[in-house]
């Protein structure tokens, strides 16, 4: 049989030609510091030698939330231009400013992810999203979305994607986290937006602001690897996908006194109704509060500070029409075939990573 010629064309983005097969990294300068020195948005293309789907990877869209930049720079290193079809878009920080700040939010106060499709001629936060939005989301098939929870709260690695959307669903599925959130669109979001111009978009969610953990990083790079697989940009692995489980409801435990916070549950426990899952103490004296689970489920965020106040959301407890210890088990399969997967490991004296082959 004739070899059918199936070579990519140039990708062309921002003014750019990049030719099929290779990388390439492009600066889309998105403001301006008081300085007047340029502020970008570091944008790496990989055009694949074959045509395909364009997918989107981008984190910090909450600047503190640095789990996901990791995983971009990871996956960078690990997609060979030669071998992939289609184009992937590896955007590590989108919201520079908060980035620089530690901060999840914009020098503005306004949070990036309530802002889009932006405009022209709105706020800041609502430029910096137009141009991010318009320039880069919108030339995409798909987008992977990379978040964590807020500072000092810790989420189990899951996906939150509109599932009424059967690709979206199928991806999602593909990304295989144990959890499953069908999470209704938030106007002003980049997954909201996307999704309303015919992009299908998943959001990402692991681990706590401002850090590296492993299991949220490692567990990223593998879903990000299988979705590329399912929509083709990848040979497909022959290992079966790991079982996902979608929850049906889910709702957070708050405290209901201030006080020393001590949690005797972790991420991905299997809780039951009336279960002490924490104890709220003075700091003196024998006052004792305890947080009960109102209903059996999973826990799939957490707060990490030990001090809280009446009110504070502690846990996030996720219900399933499965049984729980169903669920459990597949979550404890989750961590162990993520830890035995065969990543760049993380230490903190690291330097460079290996180079792509
Ligand atoms: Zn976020």
């Not at 981008?58 to 720079?73: F, K, M, S, T, Y």
């Not at 079809?85 to 700040?101: D, M, W």
């Not at 924490?278 to 003196?284: G, H, K, T, V």
């Amino acid at each position: 049989m004739a070899k059918v010629n199936r070579r990519n064309k140039p990708y062309q983005f921002l003014g750019e030609s990049i030719p099929p097969g290779s990388k390439q990294v492009i600066e889309l300068e998105a403001a301006k510091l008081y300085t007047h020195s340029p502020l970008s948005i570091p944008v790496e293309i990989i055009h694949g030698a074959a045509p395909g789907p364009v997918l989107m990877v981008n984190a910090a869209i909450h600047g503190d939330e640095l789990n996901g930049v990791e995983i971009v720079r990871q996956l960078i290193n690990a997609i060979d231009p030669t071998k992939l079809k289609g184009t992937l878009i590896a955007v590590p920080i989108v919201n520079v400013f908060g980035f620089i700040h530690k901060s999840r939010y914009l020098p503005d106060r306004r949070d990036l992810n309530r802002c889009f499709p932006g405009s022209e001629k709105g706020s800041l936060a609502s430029r910096m999203a137009h141009t991010f939005f318009s320039q880069v989301a919108q030339n995409c098939d798909y987008i992977i979305d990379l978040h964590t929870g807020a500072i000092h709260r810790t989420n189990l690695p899951q996906i939150r994607a509109d599932l009424s959307n059967p690709e979206t669903l199928r991806i999602a599925q593909a990304f295989a986290t144990p959890v499953i959130l069908d999470s209704p669109l938030r106007n002003g979001s980049l997954r909201s937006e996307a999704e309303k111009s015919g992009i299908t978009v998943l959001t990402y969610e692991a681990g706590e602001a401002l850090r590296f953990e492993p299991i949220a990083i490692s567990a990223g790079i593998v879903g990000i690897k299988r979705v590329m697989q399912a929509v083709g940009m990848m040979r497909m692995s022959r290992k079966k996908l790991p079982t996902s489980v979608i929850a049906k409801s889910t709702s957070w435990l708050r405290a209901e006194a201030d006080g020393i916070l001590r949690t005797v549950v972790s991420l991905g426990d299997r809780v039951e109704r009336g279960q002490v899952l924490a104890y709220i103490n003075s700091p003196l004296g024998n006052v004792e509060v305890e947080i009960k689970a109102n209903k059996g489920g999973i826990v799939i965020g957490q707060q990490t500070l030990p001090l809280v106040n009446e009110g504070d959301a502690v846990f996030h407890l996720a219900y399933f029409t499965q049984r729980d210890h169903m669920v459990e088990q597949v979550v404890g399969d989750f961590i162990e075939e993520v830890i035995d997967t065969d990543l760049e490991p993380l230490t903190t004296g690291q330097l460079m990573p290996p180079s792509p082959a």
